[in-house]
C-alpha cells in the first residue's frame, strides 16, 4: 500500500511538474532565429530576436552585398537594428555599404582598427551617409536589445592588435537567449583566443560559429574545452582558394563531439531557438545525402605481404573518389615513416632493411569531404 502511493506521488509530481513547464516557456514562445546566410567565402549573418530586433553581422564580399540585401529583403527587414563589423577584411565588411544604403540602420559596432582598402573606406562612407557613428566593439561591451530573456554582449577583442594582425581584431559576441547561447568569433584567431581565455570571458556555448571560416590558427583544441559547443557553424566558399575549411581544425570539432554545419555543403544555415532548444534548417540538402547511399570504406592494399629487405611495396589505396589525398603511416620496428599518395595512383615504397619477420603495419588514413577515413595493412619482409 505504501509503495503504490509512493507511485502516485511520482505520477502527480511529474504531471504538475509538466503543467509548471508548459508556464514558464509561454514566456518565450517566440523563436529566434540566427541566418548564417551563404555568400560563398566570408560571413554574413543575420538574427531576428523574438520582439522583432533585426542584427546583421558582416556581409560577405562587395560582391555578394546585393545578396545580402535581397536575402534580407526576403526576410522583410527594413531597418537593421545593430550592424557589426567584425573586422575590416573585406570577406567580411565589403558588402556592408549596399546594405547600409539599403535599409535604415540604427547602430553600427566595429573593433577600433582600419585598414586601407577600398572596401574599408567605402565601409566608413556608406556609415557617414547613414549619418551614425560607429561604436567601439570590445570587449565587456553590452548591446541593448530591449528584451530581458536576450543579452548580447562582446567578449573580444579583449585588448589592441598590431594594425597588421586584422583577425585577431574580430568583434567577438555572445548572445544569450533565455537558456540557449550563441557565439559569433568573426575572424579571431589563437591569440585572441588565449586572450579571452586569459580573461575568463568563454563559457559553455550552445552554438559556436566557427572562427575564420574553419583555418586551422583558430578553434585551439583549448578555446573548444573552453566553449564546449553542442554546434559548430562554418561559414566557407565551395571550393575556396585557402582550403578551408582545414581538416585540423574539422578533427579538433569532431573531438569536441560538436555538430558541424557548412555553407559550402549546405547552404544557408539557419538556426531556431525557442529559448531552450535549438532546431536546424539548411537551405540545400546536403550532397551527401544522396552521395550518403554511396558507402566508402578505405581499403588499401599491398602487391607484396612477405617482400625481401631493401626490396619496394606498392601500396594501392581504394574506396574513395580517386584523387583523394591520403597519408600512409610505416610503423617501422625501431621508426615511423609516413608517405604521402593519392587514391587510384600506385605508391611505390622501399624498405630499406626493415627488420626480418617483424610485421610493418601501415595505417592509412584520409580526409574525404570532411569525414576521416582509417584502415590497415601489414606486410612481413623475410
Ligand atoms: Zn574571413
Known amino acids: 500500500m505504501k509503495h503504490k502511493i509512493g507511485i502516485l506521488g511520482i505520477v502527480a509530481a511529474l504531471f504538475i511538474s509538466l503543467l509548471f513547464g508548459t508556464q514558464t516557456t509561454s514566456a518565450a514562445t517566440k523563436d529566434l532565429v540566427v541566418h548564417y546566410i551563404d555568400i560563398g567565402q566570408g560571413d554574413a549573418i543575420y538574427i531576428k530576436t523574438p520582439n ?14 546585393h545578396d545580402v540585401v535581397a536575402y534580407l529583403k526576403k526576410q522583410k527587414v527594413k531597418t537593421i537594428d545593430v550592424m557589426i563589423a567584425t573586422h575590416p577584411d573585406a570577406d567580411h565588411i565589403g558588402g556592408l555599404d549596399e546594405v547600409l544604403d539599403a535599409f535604415v540602420v540604427k547602430n553600427v559596432y566595429a573593433p577600433k582598427v582600419s585598414h586601407t582598402t577600398k572596401a574599408y573606406k567605402d565601409f566608413l562612407l556608406a556609415v557617414k551617409r547613414e549619418k551614425v557613428k560607429i561604436k567601439t566593439a570590445k570587449m565587456g561591451v553590452n548591446l541593448p536589445v530591449g528584451d530581458k530573456l536576450i ?5 573580444a577583442p579583449v585588448k589592441s592588435y598590431a594594425t597588421s594582425d586584422l583577425n585577431n581584431w574580430s568583434a567577438v559576441l555572445h548572445l544569450k537567449y533565455n537558456k540557449n547561447t550563441f557565439l559569433f568569433t568573426g575572424d579571431a584567431e589563437t591569440r585572441s583566443e588565449n586572450d579571452m581565455i586569459a580573461n575568463k570571458v568563454l563559457s559553455k556555448v550552445d552554438v559556436l560559429k566557427v572562427s575564420h571560416h574553419g583555418a586551422k590558427s583558430s578553434t585551439s583544441e583549448k578555446f573548444l574545452n573552453a566553449v564546449k559547443p553542442k554546434y559548430a557553424v562554418i561559414s566557407v566558399g565551395k571550393g575556396n582558394r585557402y582550403k ?11 573531438n569536441a563531439k560538436a555538430q558541424v554545419y557548412r555553407t559550402d555543403t549546405q547552404g544557408t544555415v539557419k538556426a531556431t531557438s525557442n529559448g531552450k532548444t535549438i532546431k536546424f534548417q539548411t537551405a540545400a540538402k546536403p550532397k551527401s545525402s544522396t552521395a550518403s547511399a554511396v558507402s566508402y570504406k578505405l581499403t588499401p592494399s599491398l602487391d607484396n605481404k612477405t617482400p625481401k629487405q631493401n626490396g619496394t611495396v606498392n601500396l594501392t589505396v581504394k574506396g574513395l573518389p580517386t584523387g583523394t589525398k591520403y597519408t600512409a603511416v610505416f610503423n617501422y620496428k625501431s621508426t615511423k615513416t609516413t608517405y604521402n599518395g593519392t587514391v587510384g595512383k600506385t605508391l611505390p615504397v622501399k624498405i630499406g632493411r626493415a627488420a626480418k619477420g617483424y610485421t610493418v603495419k601501415v595505417d592509412v588514413t584520409s580526409t574525404y569531404k570532411g569525414k576521416i577515413y582509417k584502415s590497415q595493412v601489414s606486410f612481413t619482409p623475410k
Open 151 to 155: 543579452a548580447m554582449k562582446f567578449l
Open 244 to 254: 578551408h575549411p582545414t581538416p585540423e581544425t574539422l578533427k579538433r570539432l569532431k
Open 52 to 65: 522583432g530586433k533585426n542584427i546583421l553581422i558582416d556581409a560577405g564580399n562587395k560582391a555578394k552585398g
